[in-house]
């Protein structure tokens, strides 16, 4: 996605309103969305989340900590970065009630998918205006 950013060309998707979450997931069984689809750690994705962010991109899944340059950039454009819980890619994965490859269908488990859910489990870390739960509330637990 990124290098055709960079080229401006067209997105195989519309990433405008949407959110993305970095996730591995396994193949599916019969009868299911998707197999176990746990967060992987979203700072990776850094070099890459602005130029999304400004193309309309108004949130992220993931785990982990986010850097300084990508919470600018959300605050820039009103997105929220949500955590989910590493080890749960079972109970996450029964959130996902359906699955569609909408990008790179030759990738297979990596292809771009577009999921629908219900009762996601995940919660607001970093919101829209920059205030950031990893790095406000675990002083008040350091004790």
């Given at each position: 996605l990124f290098s055709l950013l960079q080229k401006g060309e067209k997105l195989p998707l519309e990433i405008r309103n949407q959110i993305i979450y970095y996730?591995?997931?396994?193949?599916?069984?019969?009868?299911?969305?998707?197999?176990s689809a746990g967060p992987t750690?979203?700072?990776r994705m850094d070099p890459y989340t602005p130029a999304l962010l400004d193309k309309g991109l108004?949130?992220?899944i993931g785990k982990g900590l986010r850097s300084k340059e990508v919470i600018e950039s959300m605050k820039k454009n009103n997105a929220v970065y949500?955590?989910?819980?590493?080890?749960?890619?079972?109970?996450?994965?029964?959130?996902?009630?359906?699955?569609?490859?909408v990008a790179y269908e030759d990738l297979g488990a990596?292809?771009?998918?577009?999921?629908y859910v219900e009762d996601f489990p995940v919660i607001v870390?970093?919101?829209?205006?920059?205030?950031?739960?990893?790095e406000t509330e675990p002083p008040k637990y350091a004790k």
């Open positions: 996730v591995g997931p396994a193949p599916a069984k019969p009868g299911y969305a998707c197999g750690t979203s700072y108004k949130g992220m949500f955590h989910a819980v590493g080890g749960a890619a079972a109970l996450i994965a029964k959130s996902i009630k359906k699955s569609e490859v990596e292809a771009i998918h577009l999921y870390v970093i919101d829209s205006a920059g205030n950031n739960f990893y």
